[in-house]
């Protein structure tokens, strides 16, 4: 009897475990806890960028990265802005792609 107790609260441990590893994995569409740190430093590098930048008003900029990919969305005033903001996000380090679904109003 005691046995059999051991052995189901073993399979629950091991249960609990590969639930808690299959939450930190990545799928094609959610990132893994590892990505989702790295895409977190990516947007913050980028908006820092976009901050210190005369050309780009970074208010009206939002950024999202996913798997090193920066999403860049919102309204700038003209042209210059909205290839500007591509061009800071571009030169970012981590960075694989942009894109950039700015809106010139």
Known sequence: MRNLAFIARSAAIVLMLGG???ACSSTPTRESTGEYIDSAAITT???AELIKDPV??????????????????????????????EQIAR???????VR??????
């Open 56 to 85: 780009t008003k970074a208010g009206q900029i939002s950024v999202e990265t996913f798997r090193d990919v920066v999403q860049l969305s919102g309204f700038v005033d003209d042209a210059q802005a909205k290839a500007r903001a």
């Open 45 to 47: 590098k980028v908006k």
């Open 91 to 97: 030169n970012v380090q981590g960075v694989r792609a």
């Open 100 to 105: 950039n679904d700015l809106v010139v109003k």
């Open 20 to 22: 808690a590893v299959a």
